[in-house]
């Protein structure tokens, strides 16, 4: 194995140029599939372990959402399946808010961080800036493992006694700390604070490999700014995590402190289940910060990937150059900074200094500026373009009519005189899920059908790609679309019965709506599983080496490349990722030298 | 039975489905996959548009059935409120515009540049005027909008008038207390550790301090004067909680050890508000708005906001919780006299831990009294 990777720099694979990497050392079934350490392998485990868990996730909101739609009915079926959590088929509120909190944990960090980070970095980076494979293969080895392990602990702690976390995602302490306050704060967030622990080590793992990999192996004449947007986002994200990432684990390692080794970090005067607890002094608002500086950014982590991979996919189905490459790379710079800026936009209702939350209100306005120019600039970039909708470019443009729709209402909660109205409503939940759930989900649903191709060497079924594009975008807007009015009426999120109150009574047959709707929704998206495991196998085969006609690098591997990706040199660049449509020609292939009558740009 | 007949159903229609796709799969390879390619691709163009003119009038639609049902804009029951709802109406217009113009364009464009064998596609790698105009814009724009929202911001977050009534709320799993400061107009001091429900002490108040001895307590209801600006302060005994009132537009966060305040001046009476709404069961509710347990759905107090005539009658007729405490425990004592001549090993006993409770309180007092000031 060691010879396929040694590579340094650019030129220095070149020793070994014509040899027949693949063939040269036996691959073992667990050497290839289990314990890989081929980038490529470690990209589709990492998605079939983000799949499985997407479907855990989404089955977890489909349970939740009965309730919410049918609080009167009950359901003997999920007596039959959770016994003690559902009596009498309907669900405890203990078993409720551990939905919610798994559902939120889960498809945050283990779906749209791991899931989709894990995927396309590790697909992409070495593929598209040319590269045998990662700086440290082992080091990601480690990386999907530990998401593994982690995977395994937050599994393990759905099977507990007394429960999972059931805190909401951000487990908040007092409540997170005090076993006495909830049950949920039992066993169940110890192994969630494990499980986390473990994750932010995958994160960091996986993150330096990919910043010194982007930095470090580009192949020769791959400058910076001749790397596809891509590659640029996926920079930045990883970014993001190395540097947000440890403050979490330190606030979590805090809590840890709090909850077995009695001191006070996050707790003070506290009277709980009719007992006085000695701690004084702490505040739980520290942890909101130390919570916060990573969470924020968090959703950058999140989105950012997908809009690389959208601003990749809308280029080469318009087949036109996307429009202001420097601005996108600018907006994605100005999104990474501001991103650690504006944390405390979360925590306008905490009680905090009227001065410094003016400052946040700033600072988190301005992060509406790059977003816009992403968003004008997508759009001129199908403008005057010959567009095809293959299913990856329907996900791409909707993930931007998306993005567009979540984006504006961050401009409702960035701005703390109205987020002290819509602040915990419905609305939050209606703008984040449409900003960082469904346009991230479109933004990997476009990548994976625009690289399945490129992961198996064949095609999913096209037809199923529709259905799955046309019933999800309706759907999603049918859900969180009406959820924003519910905000508006002040109705709060994480209430499971609203037959008490006078004031947010009004929905019911609306909620019963949104819960028909995710349940047909989620049955669409298992469908999309089906169709992936399903082309794996039996999809049509690929039978070109460049079936969308794209410029960069990954298209001029094999079909089926080897652990190494190309046969023999590694290609050199000699251009931007983005000559489509130049001089009369369909597309220019980024390893094609600039003829000399070539216009410039 | 049914549940079994759903799944087989679903099942079905899943069967059939992959089977139409797979077919047409085949179909498309016999008939040329290029030609399919051009046809789905034309389908595809034709739905898009299809997909913005249904959804800009569903948009219209649910802003239509749903506007009636939310709390109009504009009927906010506080003057903080009344803020609050205008710069939402600021950004919901700001926002719409650019939502409209930027949807419309986005799907139309997908439309009208569907792919076409006659089309040579326009090479527009970057242009500086473009790029600079659509930073600038959006830049002016959002100053206007921070703009208004921080000046709103610091009228509703800056200090309470000094004529504003206060009340103490307090936040516990699953409930919210109340605490006005009586004739003095001052609040006792309170100590956490001396919280002591079975005695009627659910606040921990020190009773050694005499401003407590008139400080009024109630708990799930809270009553407020029209026209008076009220300044809330806020604190919770165990997890966070907050203080949502929705109708007022307002919000603030209970943190166990650090209070935080609130103010706001209510602008009608319960009464007006049954009027306007019609509804006559109407209540101001006060709803906690971060998630506290398993209970967090029923943590419900109500609001009474009436005129300064029917506020004083209520608050003449509230006993503070320091008589109700002296009252329990006179004739408490006489009760544990006649336990003892009745059963004279128990009660001795009982009377010492009594004893050891006290001495405990007033040590805890002692040690608080210290350590804070």
Same mark, same amino acid.
């Given at each position: 194995m060691s010879d396929t990777l040694h590579i340094q720099h650019g030129v220095a694979s070149h020793g070994h140029s014509g040899e027949p990497h693949v063939h040269h050392h036996k691959e073992t079934f667990i050497s290839k599939y289990i314990f890989s350490m081929d980038h490529k392998m470690i990209a589709k485990q990492f998605l079939v372990t983000g799949i499985i868990w997407a479907i855990i996730g989404g089955l977890f909101s489909v349970l939740f959402r009965l309730q919410l739609g049918f609080p009167d009915q009950s359901f003997p079926i999920l007596e039959t399946f959770f016994g003690r959590w559902a009596e009498g088929g309907k669900i405890k509120p203990e078993f409720y808010y551990a939905l919610t909190t798994m559902h939120g944990t889960v498809l945050i960090f283990f779906v749209l961080t791991a899931g989709l980070s894990g995927t396309f970095a590790n697909l992409l980076i070495p593929l598209q800036v040319g590269a045998r494979d990662m700086a440290s293969p082992f080091m990601n080895m480690l990386s999907y493992w530990m998401f593994f392990a982690a995977s395994i602990v937050m599994l393990s702690s759905l099977f507990t006694q007394t429960g999972p976390a059931a805190g909401g995602w951000t487990v908040y302490p007092p409540l997170s700390a005090l076993g006495l306050a909830s049950q949920g704060s039992k066993s169940g967030m110890d192994l969630w604070i494990i499980a986390m622990t473990l994750f932010v080590a995958s994160q960091l793992l996986g993150g330096l490999n990919y910043i010194s990999t982007i930095l470090n192996m580009r192949t020769k004449g791959m400058s910076m700014t001749r790397l596809p947007l891509t590659i640029w986002a996926l920079l930045f994200t990883a970014i993001l995590g190395v540097l947000s990432f440890p403050v979490l684990l330190s606030g979590l390692v805090l809590l840890m402190f709090d909850r077995h080794l009695g001191t006070s970090f996050y707790l003070s005067d506290i009277f709980v289940a009719g007992q006085a607890l #000695?701690?004084? @002094? @702490?505040?739980?608002i520290l942890y909101q910060h130390l919570f916060w500086f990573l969470g924020h950014p968090e959703v950058y982590i999140i989105i950012m990937p997908t809009m690389g991979l959208a601003s990749e996919i809308l280029a080469i189905n318009s087949r036109k150059p996307i429009f202001g490459y420097m601005a996108m790379i600018a907006s994605l710079m100005a999104i990474c900074v501001l991103a650690f800026l504006v944390w405390a936009h979360h925590m306008f209702v905490t009680g905090m200094n009227p001065f410094l939350g003016s400052v946040f209100v700033l600072l988190t306005l301005l992060i509406a500026i790059p977003s816009a120019i992403k968003v004008f600039n997508w759009i001129t970039t199908i403008w005057r373009g010959n567009i095809r909708f293959t299913p990856g470019m329907l996900f791409a443009i909707g993930f931007v009519s998306i993005f567009i729709s979540g984006g504006l209402t961050g401009i409702f909660l960035g701005n703390s005189t109205i987020d002290i109205h819509l602040h915990d409503t419905m609305f939050v939940i209606a703008h984040f899920h449409i900003v960082m759930g469904v346009s991230a989900f479109f933004g990997m649903f476009a990548g994976i059908y625009h690289w399945f191709p490129k992961m198996f060497g064949r095609y999913m079924n096209n037809t199923l790609g529709y259905i799955h594009f046309w019933v999800t975008i309706v759907c999603a807007y049918l859900i969180f679309w009406p959820m924003h009015y519910q905000g508006f009426a002040g109705? #709060?999120?994480?209430?499971?019965?609203?037959?008490?109150?006078v004031s947010f009574g009004q929905f019911h047959s609306l909620d019963a709506m949104i819960t028909v709707v995710t349940i047909i929704v989620f049955a669409v998206q298992l469908m999309f599983v089906f169709n992936y495991f399903y082309s794996m196998y039996k999809g049509r085969r690929v039978r070109t080496q460049n079936p969308w006609e794209a410029t960069t690098l990954e298209w001029t591997t094999p079909i089926h490349p080897g652990h190494g990706n190309w046969d023999g040199e590694i290609p050199e660049v000699h251009r931007w990722a983005y000559d489509y449509g130049k001089d009369g020609r369909d597309f220019i292939p980024q390893t094609e030298p600039v003829g000399e009558n070539e216009s410039s740009h | 039975m049914q549940n079994f007949l759903i799944f087989a159903i679903l099942i079905l229609g899943f069967i059939i489905t992959f089977q139409i796709a797979r077919a047409s799969e085949f179909v498309s390879v016999i008939r040329g996959e290029e030609k399919t390619r051009k046809q789905t691709n034309k389908i595809n163009a034709a739905l898009l548009l299809v997909f913005l003119i249904v959804g800009l009038f569903g948009v219209y639609w649910a802003h239509h059935t749903l506007g009636d049902k939310? %709390?109009? %804009?504009?009927?906010?029951?506080s003057d903080h409120g009344i803020l609050v709802d205008r710069m939402l109406k600021y950004t919901i217009i700001t926002t719409g515009l650019v939502f409209f113009g930027t949807q419309i364009l986005l799907f139309w464009y997908s439309f009208k540049y569907q792919e076409s064998d006659k089309r040579t596609v326009y090479y527009f790698p970057h242009n500086n005027k473009l790029e600079l105009l659509w930073t600038v814009v959006p830049a002016i724009v959002l100053t206007i909008l921070i703009g208004f929202g921080i000046v709103y911001w610091y009228r509703i977050t800056g200090a309470a008038p000094e004529n504003a009534m206060q009340i103490e709320v307090t936040g516990s799993q699953f409930k919210w207390e109340f605490r006005y400061p009586g004739k003095d107009g001052v609040f006792g001091k309170k100590y956490y550790k001396n919280i002591d429900e079975a005695h009627d002490n659910p606040l921990g108040q020190i009773w050694e301090d005499a401003a407590n001895h008139d400080d009024v307590y109630v708990s799930g209801q809270m009553h407020l004067v029209v026209g008076k600006p009220v300044k809330l302060i806020i604190g919770a005994k165990d997890v966070i909680h907050s203080v949502g009132l929705p109708h007022f537009r307002l919000k603030m966060d209970a943190v166990p050890g650090t209070p935080t305040t609130l103010w706001f001046t209510p602008i009608k009476t319960t009464k007006d508000m049954i009027k306007e709404t019609g509804n006559s069961k109407f209540v101001y509710e006060l709803a906690c708005d971060q998630m506290c347990g398993a209970g967090h759905t029923g943590m419900r107090g109500e609001i009474i906001v009436e005129t300064q005539e029917e506020f004083d009658q209520w608050m003449a007729s509230q006993k503070p919780k320091y008589a109700q405490m002296k009252e329990a425990a006179a004739p408490a004592a006489p009760a544990a006299g006649a336990a003892a001549s009745t059963d004279s090993t128990a009660a001795p006993a009982a009377k010492d831990s009594v004893k050891a409770a006290t001495v405990d309180t007033a040590a805890a007092v002692k040690k608080d009294s210290a350590g804070k000031k």
């Open positions: #000695p701690n004084e @002094g @702490g505040s739980a109705m #709060p999120r994480r209430y499971l019965d609203k037959s008490s109150w | 939310i %709390l109009k %804009l504009g009927s906010s029951a």
